[in-house]
């Protein structure tokens, strides 16, 4: 029945509108909750590197039970854990992990920037200092972050080859069937030298990818990827391999490299993936 609903709502164009008002008022009301219930724990354990609040620990996020065998039997680092949201300005492990590399990493400074799907506090660290251009296939969701957002498909980006100096698709490509047309068209825009974020949820336990792109069925994908949504558990020595298959340089930058950014609550075991388009000779 609710997926009636939704398919009728989209298809009168109200859906991603209420959708969103829906999820505004409730980030809005949970936001207000939160600040009041952790206003008792400030401290100096965690600083969030986006708001610069501190707290003796910030808000634990879990999955959904239907979710929970798939992520626990494969260690599946995904987002979840102590410590995950801000308790100021409800910031995720995920962005602040992704502002702290854009610092470290990236001179993000004048340079053109593709940022699909945007994360809001990404969004906001970008927009006063990069030529930014957001998109998704969805972009209604996405336009309480930047109202200029676009439709855009990862599978076939509608821009000239080699225009971008970075790329930002945060956990994107578990979510898309085909991902190696996804990364091509990720290599094709970008510049020599250009630099990619797409961080995605990954196994160290696993060899082999668990992935069947055909299925169409939340409670199936639940109980196989750990997400409704999702078509795949990437083992994370084949993600790279695949970044490396499409011509990628790929860093990894273990958690274990990581722990200047401890104090910011980064995920928990989350390695970050430094992906570049090599310099051509
Ligand atoms: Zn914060």
Redesign the pocket.
């Known amino acids: 029945m609710k997926e009636v609903i939704k398919k009728l709502l989209s298809l009168v164009g109200l859906y991603h509108p209420l959708q969103t008002s829906y999820y505004l008022t409730s980030v809005f009301l949970y936001s207000l909750y939160i600040k009041w219930k952790y206003s008792s724990k400030k401290g100096d354990h965690l600083i969030?590197n986006?708001?610069?609040?501190s707290y003796s620990s910030f808000v634990p996020k879990y999955p959904k039970k239907n979710d929970t065998q798939a992520l626990a039997q494969n260690h599946v680092i995904a987002g979840f854990g102590e410590n995950i949201i801000?308790?100021?300005?409800?910031?995720t492990a995920r962005e602040r992990l992704v502002v702290a590399m854009l610092k470290k990493y990236f001179d993000v400074g004048n340079k053109k920037v593709l940022l699909l799907s945007p994360e809001k506090k990404v969004f906001n660290f970008l927009k006063t200092k990069s030529d930014v251009t957001t998109g998704d296939l969805h972009p209604g969701f996405y336009r309480h972050i930047d109202y200029e957002v676009s439709k855009i498909d990862l599978l076939s980006l509608p821009f000239a080859d080699a225009i971008f100096d970075i790329f930002i698709g945060n956990h994107i490509l578990e979510h898309i069937p085909d991902d190696r047309t996804a990364m091509r068209e990720v290599y094709r825009v970008l510049k020599n030298g250009g630099k990619v974020i797409m961080q995605v949820p990954f196994s160290e336990s696993l060899s082999i990818t668990i992935e069947q792109p055909s299925i169409n069925s939340p409670s199936i994908q639940s109980k196989l990827f750990g997400q409704s949504d999702h078509v795949r558990i990437y083992a994370l020595s084949d993600y790279i391999l695949r970044l490396e298959e499409t011509g990628f340089d790929v860093n990894l930058i273990a958690y274990s490299e990581l722990s200047d950014y401890y104090i910011n609550a980064i995920q928990t075991g989350e390695h970050f993936i430094l992906i570049s388009k090599p310099f051509k000779a």
Do not use: E, G, K, L
């Not at 986006?50 to 609040?53: D, E, K, L, R, V």
């Not at 801000?86 to 910031?91: E, F, L, Q, R, V």
């Open positions: 969030c986006i708001c610069q609040s801000c308790p100021n300005c409800m910031s």
